[in-house]
T-cell receptor, first 117, second 118 residues
């Protein structure tokens, strides 16, 4: 069975600090996909990144970066120079092909990030 | 800027009433998902469709919930009769045609329907 663990329930930082959100996953499949979504206070879920299990290159997009390490089954998310607008709940999610022909997502419980002035 | 749309955005109803939530997937997307989000359970998959055919609804209480796709531009989720424990945010998500048998495409979420059953 697949599982996603986000051990950090809530993180508070002061603006301009760097912050890393942890994500650890479990799957028996060798082919799988990992995702990060952002849920701001307005409530919608916003897609941030998708990464497949064969691509372990780290990715950077502006102030966001992602570190994928298969050896530790982790897909961590770092925000550099955090801003108040980054305040949201961030979800890590996993989809593997054991679940059938469609892309079922298993979500972690989310990490609430609060960025203060 | 293509988006998934959901109606209504908010719904307050009384126990026992029928509730219908609607979703318009992104044009061209062939996979539609229904999720429920609660504080206790987090995000749970209720059902999903591919090319309008239901593939899995094992996450849905069968006795009161039903999901359909009357056409490619409309997905519905109905609760009849509704109960207070159904209070949650219901999200619809859609995804494009997978690029291959071993490829999982990204799901794009709508804004959700916030349901309160009194």
């Amino acid at each position: 069975a697949q599982k996603v663990t986000q051990a950090q329930t809530e993180i508070s930082v002061v603006e301009k600090e760097d912050v890393t959100l942890d994500c650890v996953y479990e799957t028996r499949d060798t082919t799988y996909y990992l995702f990060w979504y952002k849920q701001p206070p307005s409530g919608e879920l916003v897609f941030l990144i998708r990464r497949n299990s064969f691509d372990e290159q780290n990715e950077i997009s502006g102030r966001y970066s992602w570190n994928f390490q298969k050896s530790t089954s982790s897909f961590n998310f770092t925000i550099t120079a955090s801003q108040v607008v980054d305040s949201a709940v961030y979800f890590c999610a996993l989809s593997d092909l054991n679940t059938g022909t469609a892309s079922k997502l298993t979500f972690g419980t989310g990490t609430r990030l609060q960025v203060m002035l | 800027d293509a988006r998934v749309t959901q109606t209504p955005r908010h719904k307050v109803t009384e126990m026992g009433q029928e509730v219908t939530m609607r979703c318009q997937p992104i044009l061209g997307h062939n996979t539609v998902f229904w999720y429920r989000q609660t504080m206790m359970q987090g995000l749970e998959l209720l059902a999903y469709f591919r090319n309008r055919a239901p593939l899995d609804d094992s996450g849905m209480p069968k006795d009161r919930f039903s999901a359909e796709m009357p056409d490619a531009t409309l997905a519905t989720l109905k609760i009849q009769p509704s109960e207070p424990r159904d209070s949650a945010v219901y999200f619809c998500a859609s995804g494009p045609i997978a690029g291959g048998p071993k490829i999982v495409e990204t799901q794009y979420f709508g804004p959700g329907t916030r349901l309160l059953v009194l």
